[in-house]
């Protein structure tokens, strides 16, 4: 049951300007491994549905994606532009970003309700609708982490000062103290 938790697991307190890069890139992979998860659980649709992982997966999508959207819109790329000056494909490439964050929300919002619904024992109107609704949101969610970690944290590593790392480490410490439900223990991995 442990590794179902630690797609929850992270503490603000210990990002710092030295780690707020790393921060980002361990929340990706801890967003891989929520996809992990919901493929698992499309793959166990219509008999083997474990209620537990249905009850992490929804508590994850409800935390970690939202959360992270808004830690990158609100202060990543901003410190990318701003150290970018005017780079107009980079702006483009945000608003591309932002504009899949908006679609993936809006995906994790109808696979929260599912797996609400699932971890309660009740099944879904329709099971194939079920599995396509998951599959369609961990292949959407792995392309995007895919091409972020491609291309926007090298961008990240190479123009961001340290005064801009601690921008980012103190945002991600504000944003993740605003969204964690209370009573979650929260710890780096």
Do not use: W
Request: negative net charge; hydrophobic residues 40%; aromatic residues 6%.
């Amino acid at each position: 049951m442990s590794y179902l938790e630690n797609i929850l697991r992270t503490d603000p307190a210990v990002v710092t300007a030295f780690s707020a890069l790393k921060f980002v890139a361990n929340d990706h992979m801890q967003h891989l491994r929520l996809c992990d998860l919901l493929e698992e659980i499309a793959d166990s649709l219509p008999d083997r549905i474990d209620k537990a992982q249905c009850f992490h997966a929804a508590l994850a999508l409800q935390y970690r994606v939202n959360t992270h959207h808004q830690l990158e819109e609100e202060v990543l790329f901003p410190r990318l532009l701003a150290r970018a000056g005017d780079n107009h494909d980079l702006e483009r490439i945000f608003r591309r970003l932002s504009d899949e964050h908006r679609t993936d929300e809006g995906h994790c919002d109808e696979a929260i309700e599912l797996l609400t619904r699932l971890s309660d024992g009740t099944p879904p109107f329709n099971m194939e609708a079920a599995g396509y609704l998951l599959r369609g949101l961990f292949e959407g969610l792995r392309r995007h982490i895919a091409f972020e970690q491609d291309h926007l944290l090298p961008i990240a590593r190479k123009v961001l000062k340290k005064e801009d790392l601690e921008v980012l480490a103190a945002g991600i410490r504000d944003v993740l103290r605003g969204h964690m439900p209370t009573g979650f223990h929260l710890q780096l991995q």
